[in-house]
């Protein structure tokens, strides 16, 4: 097999002054690409204000639609980048992201909108892999574990301002220039790279069929559909029992193809490892549970309570800052104890805040009291368990097949996440007789506390690894 190629440095270059360049690099656009959907959350109830005449259906494409082709194409793109060059495909990525951008801001129409996220997304997809390996490639090994942990703490960063900056912006000129803001960057991290940046490739990587990630992206799609129409259909209607039996169909069709498949999306084999096979569980399960607890804050603080989209942004930031603050503590008491302890108190942890929720939040606004509690929680929750997911996983995998079962993991909470959108979503605008605003999102709350006890009790099933993988793996933090 074919080694790794990497061009040349000229022989005048610093190795180490080109490596924290590379890292400067490929951390900003780690950073725009996480901070754009961050921000969105909060920019959300002003985009479905703006079309007010698109049903909520149509509007929760808005963030679904890129959730599901970032997380379809993440794997592929990761191989592409191997085959076709990192610089090359993280360049071009860049690129995309960056024109995808400024069309999503000027979008007349929802429909428009929700097709120019989707370019965005197959930028993301594409900038996220090749920019680490750009990164792994530059750094020594001596020096890797700490370059690929700042890499990865460009997405953290990205949870922690994403809140109150996406509020300061839309509150003072709107939710287009959320697009916007991404602009000059991109186009900043396009003319650096291009000096700064080396070629590197694996000419012998296979590059996973496309029918695989057709197949999944489909399966996300209808399954998202289905819940984000029983406002309209129902439950019962034989409309969400076909989508969703569509669905179902379609997966079993993608588990089928990657069996026979010489090039899977997703390699089924991995699976049979039980601590990588129960944390995709918890994965998926904390992924649509995190998602409805950030976007049901957000819509629940401005719906319900009627604070602005600055004052809401504020009020979610607490639990982001607190995951900065704690994941790195947490990480070194898993090197101690083991992860399975800290993610099953993290998922219960995250249950008793939905279950806060519920019982303690009313339509009288006291946030201090009722409402900042559960955002410490949460926070609190958030640091258990991504970074000991994330860390599971990775000393879960054989060393060689690290890179396509990490994405993998990171696909299975993105596509968690899309029905955490569609749940929220769901949930709040169902205006069912006899079930008031406050109601509704007591239904919302409920999708954390299930949450959480479901990641709990997949948790269980993790056994304690004989070596332990740093807790601050990118995967846990870039996002």
């Given at each position: 097999?074919?080694?790794?190629?990497?061009?040349?440095?000229?022989?005048?270059?610093?190795?180490?002054?080109?490596?924290?360049?590379?890292?400067?690099?490929?951390?900003?656009?780690?950073?725009?690409?996480?901070?754009?959907?961050?921000?969105?959350?909060?920019?959300?109830?002003?985009?479905?204000?703006?079309?007010?005449?698109?049903?909520?259906?149509?509007?929760?494409?808005?963030?679904?639609?890129?959730?599901?082709?970032?997380?379809?194409?993440?794997?592929?793109?990761?191989?592409?980048?191997?085959?076709?060059?990192?610089?090359?495909?993280?360049?071009?990525?860049?690129?995309?992201?960056?024109?995808?951008?400024?069309?999503?801001?000027?979008?007349?129409?929802?429909?428009?909108?929700?097709?120019?996220?989707?370019?965005?997304?197959?930028?993301?997809?594409?900038?996220?892999?090749?920019?680490?390996?750009?990164?792994?490639?530059?750094?020594?090994?001596?020096?890797?574990?700490?370059?690929?942990a700042i890499w990865g703490a460009m997405g953290a960063a990205a949870g922690a301002v994403g809140p109150t900056l996406g509020a300061v912006i839309v509150d003072a000129v709107g939710w287009r220039w959320v697009f916007l803001i991404n602009v000059p960057i991109g186009i900043g991290?396009?003319?650096?790279?291009?000096?700064?940046?080396?070629?590197?490739?694996?000419?012998?990587?296979k590059i996973p069929a496309l029918v695989g990630a057709v197949l999944i992206a489909l399966v996300a799609a209808l399954a998202s559909y289905a819940v984000v129409q029983t406002p309209d259909w129902g439950w019962t209607d034989p409309r969400t029992i076909a989508t969703l039996a569509?669905?179902?169909?379609?997966?079993?069709?993608?588990?089928?193809?990657?069996?026979?498949?010489?090039?899977?999306?997703?390699?089924?084999?991995?699976?049979?490892?039980?601590?990588?096979?129960?944390?995709?569980?918890?994965?998926?399960?904390?992924?649509?549970?995190?998602?409805?607890?950030?976007?049901?804050?957000?819509?629940?603080?401005?719906?319900?309570?009627?604070?602005?989209?600055?004052?809401?942004?504020?009020?979610?930031?607490?639990?982001?800052?607190?995951?900065?603050?704690?994941?790195?503590?947490?990480?070194?008491?898993?090197?101690?104890?083991?992860?399975?302890?800290?993610?099953?108190?993290?998922?219960?942890?995250?249950?008793?805040?939905?279950?806060?929720?519920?019982?303690?939040?009313?339509?009288?606004?006291?946030?201090?009291?009722?409402?900042?509690?559960?955002?410490?929680?949460?926070?609190?929750?958030?640091?258990?368990?991504?970074?000991?997911?994330?860390?599971?996983?990775?000393?879960?995998?054989?060393?060689?097949?690290?890179?396509?079962?990490?994405?993998?993991?990171?696909?299975?909470?993105?596509?968690?996440?899309?029905?955490?959108?569609?749940?929220?979503?769901?949930?709040?605008?169902?205006?069912?007789?006899?079930?008031?605003?406050?109601?509704?999102?007591?239904?919302?709350?409920?999708?954390?506390?299930?949450?959480?006890?479901?990641?709990?009790?997949?948790?269980?099933?993790?056994?304690?690894?004989?070596?332990?993988?740093?807790?601050?793996?990118?995967?846990?933090?870039?996002?």
């Open positions: 097999m074919t080694a790794p190629t990497t061009a040349a440095l000229p022989a005048a270059a610093d190795p180490a002054r080109h490596a924290q360049r590379t890292l400067a690099v490929a951390g900003m656009a780690v950073l725009i690409t996480f901070l754009d959907t961050t921000v969105l959350f909060v920019a959300f109830p002003d985009i479905s204000a703006s079309f007010s005449g698109a049903s909520p259906s149509s509007l929760s494409w808005v963030l679904n639609g890129y959730t599901i082709a970032f997380a379809a194409l993440l794997v592929p793109a990761g191989k592409l980048a191997d085959r076709l060059g990192h610089k090359r495909v993280f360049l071009l990525g860049t690129a995309l992201f960056t024109l995808g951008s400024a069309a999503c801001a000027a979008a007349p129409s929802v429909a428009v909108l929700n097709g120019f996220r989707v370019i965005q997304a197959v930028g993301a997809a594409a900038v996220i892999p090749a920019s680490l390996a750009l990164v792994m490639r530059a750094f020594p090994r001596d020096r890797l574990p700490v370059a690929v991290i396009i003319a650096v790279g291009l000096r700064i940046l080396q070629e590197s490739r694996d000419p012998e990587a569509a669905a179902a169909v379609l997966l079993i069709g993608f588990v089928a193809h990657q069996q026979r498949t010489h090039a899977p999306v997703l390699d089924l084999e991995l699976l049979s490892i039980p601590n990588y096979r129960w944390a995709n569980v918890a994965t998926f399960a904390f992924g649509v549970a995190f998602t409805a607890m950030f976007l049901g804050s957000l819509l629940f603080l401005e719906e319900a309570w009627r604070y602005s989209t600055l004052r809401a942004g504020l009020g979610v930031t607490p639990g982001p800052l607190l995951v900065a603050i704690l994941a790195p503590r947490f990480g070194k008491l898993a090197g101690r104890v083991g992860q399975r302890p800290l993610l099953v108190a993290g998922g219960l942890v995250f249950a008793a805040a939905g279950l806060w929720r519920v019982l303690v939040l009313t339509d009288h606004p006291a946030y201090l009291r009722d409402f900042f509690p559960s955002m410490i929680l949460t926070g609190l929750a958030v640091a258990l368990v991504l970074p000991q997911l994330a860390s599971t996983v990775a000393q879960a995998l054989p060393p060689e097949r690290g890179g396509v079962g990490g994405g993998a993991n990171q696909a299975i909470r993105q596509f968690g996440g899309t029905l955490g959108v569609a749940f929220t979503l769901a949930l709040v605008t169902q205006q069912a007789a006899g079930v008031d605003l406050l109601d509704r999102f007591d239904r919302v709350w409920t999708v954390l506390v299930v949450g959480g006890v479901l990641t709990s009790a997949a948790a269980l099933g993790i056994s304690r690894a004989e070596a332990t993988a740093p807790a601050t793996s990118p995967l846990a933090l870039a996002d």
